[in-house]
């Protein structure tokens, strides 16, 4: 049966009914409530976060954002060093974005920029909680927005960046795409999605050949107003910068094999699902339970997903397609926000495997002892008594005040030193761009290639040496490593200072600027 314009009817796509007399835990609140309750919970997260951590969170990335949006608010234009046309930042939206906590906070804008990152976390966590609410798991959906609030792999350090609005995204789009009936709107999602991380190129595509496959022809609304959304920056970034790839992009390829690339993020997650666990069963082995068991219960919690609802097959490819994608390029896991996306997922399939596997065996209890299903409130306090140990974890969180890590720390005296000593209009080649950058103003030059054109940046063995950044720039200020060349005296500095906590950094002058 099809419909007069050649589509299939909605009911094509729709659920599988519950089986069972009692569906135990397939059930739970409505939307509405369970939004509710979770808008009460993230409020009392959001405003402890705000006061313990957000303000006074610096991280390296994130600052690199705000130094562009800095020289945007100023007329310097789309730069990290007026006058140089580089595009060293992945997230061209974001960036405009941050130009809104610049005028807000000024000086103070990587703490605005890290509550507006509580708001969108939360927003993110919501979206999951809708999306699965429309897949049918409605207890599932409420715990997953949960565990997404949650820093089981210290995802908190992240707030400044444009993760969490990239999966909220993500995930708005993912909510249109469940019924199709606002193509128009699918595409924008899609299109601002993409201008925050080109990784939603991913998702757009997954989401497309699945209308293509529901619909039985080409999303061509969906695809027309992607590309109204996204074709105006790609011109710009080809005609201001050259190129519509970020500098980064060389940086993160060819670091790792791909099947080394995977076995070492396996790992990483091993150790953050053993976090979640260890709320549930406390002195369990837990490293080896959650590197078996975890994968098993979120593939059991597809399966089951998809049966009920194949329309569940889009979240369930998503982070597994970008996974392959960063094995394929051989990015390093180490920099573990751009396989965040494994997180929200995993949670979410995580939550729904648990809660059928529980309304089995409720149910079956049920059937065998027949008084037990007529107490309607069982499965509410079964529910309930699951989420508990994720409320104590989020509890636990909120109380916690933030410490700048001690190279954080040493990164910020050393601005302070030099700020103090120096003109604005110093320029100064240093290993790091984000906090050094924003909080000394100077024109920094990067022997890593990422702002400064000219240089360039493969490994941290391989990227353009001192000499010849020394030639082509010739900056005022040299800040060298320990992991840099023991000196530079005899190519025209001279040292000035040595910053030996916790690390140990040396500070040279070039003998030309100096009185």
Known sequence: MTAVDGRRPTDAVAPRPSTGSLPWLSQGPSLPWALGIFAAVAAVWGAFLARNLAWDLRFEDALIVLRYARNLVAGHGFVYNPGEQILGVTTPLYTLLSTVYIVLGGEHAPGVQNLFGLLWMALEAGLMLV??????????????????????????????????????LVLLAMVLNLDGERPWALGVALGLAFLVRYDAALVAALIGVDRWIRDRRLPWRMTLAFTAVVLPWLVFAQLYFGSILPTSFGAKKDHFPALNYVLQVFEYYRTTYGRLLGFYLPGARLPNLAAWGFPLVVLFGVAAAAWRDRRALVPAAYPALHLAAYALIGSHPASTWHVYLLNPFGYAFFAVGVAVALGFLCNAAARGIPALGRRRWLPVAVAVALMVPLLVHLQQQMRHRYRMDPLTSQLHAMSAWMVERYPAETSLLQPGIGVLGWETGFRIVDHAGLVTPGLYFHDDLHCTPVPEVLELHAPDLVLLSQWSPAEIDHLGYRRVKTFVEPYEYRLYERKSRQP
């Open 131 to 168: 999306l699965l609410h429309r897949l049918g798991h409605r207890w599932a959906g409420l715990a997953a927005a949960l565990m997404i609030l949650g820093n089981y792999n210290l995802t908190y350090l992240y707030l400044g960046m444009e993760t969490h609005l990239f999966v909220a």
